[in-house]
T-cell receptor, first 117, second 112 residues
Framework: EAGVAQSPRYKIIEKRQSVAFWCNPI?????LYWYQQILGQGPKLLIQ????????DSQLPKDRFSAERLKGVDSTLKIQPAKLEDSAVYLC???????????????FGPGTRLTVL | AQSVTQPDIHITVSEGASLELRCNYS??????LFWYVQSPGQGLQLLLK??????LVQGIKGFEAEFKRSQSSFNLRKPSVHWSDAAEYFC??????????FGAGTQVVVTP
């Protein structure tokens, strides 16, 4: 079974530039998560989708971050404009339907390491 | 508010020795608790989870964890570590709708 795919794996940009990350979840997984993991910290949830609808985006800095999952499958996370403090690993995870079973296992992708200079 | 504390930022252990990683949580209701492992350049992998029932849970790779409600703890243990266990370990509590609150992690170094 293919895992969660993310691209790119690494990205270096200047502050104030924009960047986008892509995630393809495991086939059949209705729930998709984007996490931000700053060095030395645990992952922090940015946004959670159920199919193509947003379940929770309370910790997403909406003035600069946006995310979409238009067809309920793959997803993109965008930062515009980037700040130095956005340097982090961005992890995507997916799980089976959390409406049916609240704590289905989350499967994580390898992440995208973003460096903002 | 819910929170997860991993008191040890870094642990060094000899290969073959036992390992215990501490996790304390704060949550108003019965918690759903998880341990994940993250190897360099890899995503997080679930080691084990506790939802209810037997307070000693077995996971993959020879790990186990014990839930102690009175101490608000969910410590992870392995009787004999292997060099491949060197990684970062995260404790997490499930809040609602599958959302996870992670601790800051414990880095484990295994020496020969």
């Amino acid at each position: 079974e293919a895992g969660v795919a993310q691209s790119p794996r690494y990205k270096i940009i200047e502050k104030r530039q924009s960047v986008a990350f892509w995630c393809n979840p495991i086939s059949g997984h209705a729930t998709l998560y984007w996490y931000q993991q700053i060095l030395g910290q645990g992952p922090k949830l940015l946004i959670q989708f159920q199919n193509n609808g947003v379940v929770d985006d309370s910790q997403l800095p909406k003035d600069r971050f946006s995310a979409e999952r238009l067809k309920g499958v793959d997803s993109t996370l965008k930062i515009q404009p980037a700040k130095l403090e956005d340097s982090a690993v961005y992890l995507c995870a997916s799980s089976l339907d959390v409406v049916a079973e609240a704590y289905n296992e989350q499967f994580f992708g390898p992440g995208t390491r973003l460096t903002v200079l | 508010a819910q929170s997860v504390t991993q008191p040890d930022i870094h642990i060094t252990v000899s290969e073959g020795a036992s390992l215990e990683l501490r996790c304390n949580y704060s949550y108003g209701a019965t918690p759903y608790l998880f341990w994940y492992v993250q190897s360099p350049g890899q995503g997080l992998q679930l080691l084990l989870k506790y939802f209810s029932g037997d307070t000693l849970v077995q996971g993959i790779k020879g790990f186990e964890a014990e839930f102690k409600r009175s101490q608000s703890s969910f410590n992870l243990r392995k009787p004999s570590v292997h060099w491949s266990d060197a990684a970062e370990y995260f404790c997490a509590v499930g809040v609602f709708w599958g959302k996870l609150q992670f601790g800051a992690g414990t880095q484990v170094v295994v020496t020969p």
